[in-house]
């Protein structure tokens, strides 16, 4: 079981760069300058700032349902989310800690490929590792409710991390159907799927993880959620409607992702806010070439009837089965040791203080721009970098 979060030593840490600005906060790569004077133990900082002394914004409201579903983390560790290594707050921030991903996110990690998109392969390896990231938070009673590239990281090792919950949701499920019952239900595989290793994986003597379990309970008719949140290219059919929503969103959101890793281009994107909804409740799906195991399982994922889409009853466990994993040892993932990419030593290594400037310092020159530590459109590893809210 992992530690509780430290308390930060605020004005110990010192800014090495700008990682990004959301609506949510700012994001700063950040070391202790007293006791890592060197910068070798960098880690991200998200801060956000308070509207007023007396009113509670929903800035305020998202950053401590954020913590504290971080915390729940902490105290449940797993390989693809995070953990928070520190919090602060006081009159005017809040400010928490978790450990830098030097690999950037899947977006830029996407437009570095030659043809913008990924292999059916590595779509395959970075899609278990989401979901088992989803299947986790979901039986905490979590619905993260804004799965897109942007908010999935690539850590040191080259394994994801799944990042940003302030517009997640904690939903109390009424009924449960487990993985065997779903696989009697789904009409389109009956029979429980054997899993083989992946091809050349070899196992490292680490401390593991608990196993993804096969027949773990998934949720099946439970509260819903009348909220309306998410990235509009990503919202599910049943958001737009205003139908009420649960965890199916999640599944939507992975077929869109799917589809986007394939194509380069989300399914559905509109001309503007209007059109790309339109296009969600009516536009048919299309693919270009002959059907395959992925075309089909993007086919059942974007299944605009909540009901029926792959992993409504079943959960993970019933998207797990899919032909398109065929092969996989689930419980093996984290020990890949050599994912499609890995940050280079540069990648890591190549940051380089920008400023002295303390973190209460850079808000203070927002209001006297030019600033001294500028948002960069490309950061020092030439990434185009994109972690708006984590």
């Known amino acids: ?89 006081s009159d005017e921030i809040m400010a928490w800690a978790i450990p830098f991903c030097p690999g950037g996110d899947l977006n830029v990690l996407r437009h570095k490929q030659n043809d913008g998109v990924f292999s059916p392969s590595v779509i395959r390896f970075y899609l278990a590792e989401i979901m088992c990231a989803l299947e986790y938070l979901h039986t905490m009673g979590i619905v993260c409710r804004d799965l897109k590239p942007e908010n999935i990281l690539i850590q040191n090792s080259g394994h994801v991390t799944l990042t940003d919950f302030d517009l997640s949701r904690a939903l109390t499920p009424k009924s449960l159907i487990t993985s065997s019952e779903s696989e009697i239900n789904n009409n389109n595989n009956n029979n429980h799927r054997k899993f083989t290793p992946f091809a050349k994986l070899k196992k490292l003597n680490t401390s593991r993880v608990s196993p993804m379990i096969r027949r773990t309970a998934s949720f099946y008719s439970g509260e819903r959620s009348n909220s309306f949140v ?25 077929g869109i992702l799917s589809y986007e890793m394939l194509y380069g281009t989300t399914p559905f994107r509109g001309k503007n ?18 059907p395959t195991p992925l075309t089909d399982l993007i086919t059942k994922l974007l299944d605009r009837d ?68 500028e948002s960069p459109s490309r950061d020092d590893c030439g990434y185009n970098v994109s972690f708006t809210e984590f």
């Not at 509780?4 to 110990?12: C, I």
């Not at 909540?306 to 994993?325: M, V």
């Open 1 to 89: 079981m992992a530690s509780s979060p430290e308390y930060l030593h605020f004005q110990n840490l010192r800014p090495i760069k700008l990682l990004g600005n959301g609506a949510m906060g700012t994001v700063f790569l950040v070391h202790d300058h007293l006791t890592d004077p060197s910068a070798h133990s960098k880690f991200a900082l998200k801060v956000v700032q308070k509207r007023s002394l007396h009113e509670k914004s929903d800035a305020d409201r998202r950053a401590r349902w954020e913590v504290s579903v971080l915390e729940r983390l902490n105290q449940k560790p797993h390989p693809f989310l995070p953990s928070v290594i520190g919090s602060f707050e």
């Open 230 to 254: 998410g990235t509009d290219e990503y919202v599910a059919p049943e958001v737009v409607r205003g139908d009420g929503h649960e965890f199916a969103v999640d599944w939507w959101a992975l």
């Open 273 to 290: 806010r209007k059109d790309t909804f339109n296009r969600i409740l009516t536009m048919p799906l299309k693919f270009t070439g002959k």
């Open 306 to 373: 909540p009901t029926r889409r792959l992993g409504y009853g079943g959960g993970a466990c019933e998207i797990k089965q899919h032909p398109f994993f065929t092969g996989l040892q689930w419980d093996l993932l984290t020990e890949v040791v050599r994912p499609p990419f890995i940050p280079s030593r540069e990648d890591v290594e190549s940051t380089s203080k920008v400023s002295c400037l303390t973190v209460t310092e850079y808000f203070e020159n927002l209001r006297q721009p030019p600033l001294v530590l």
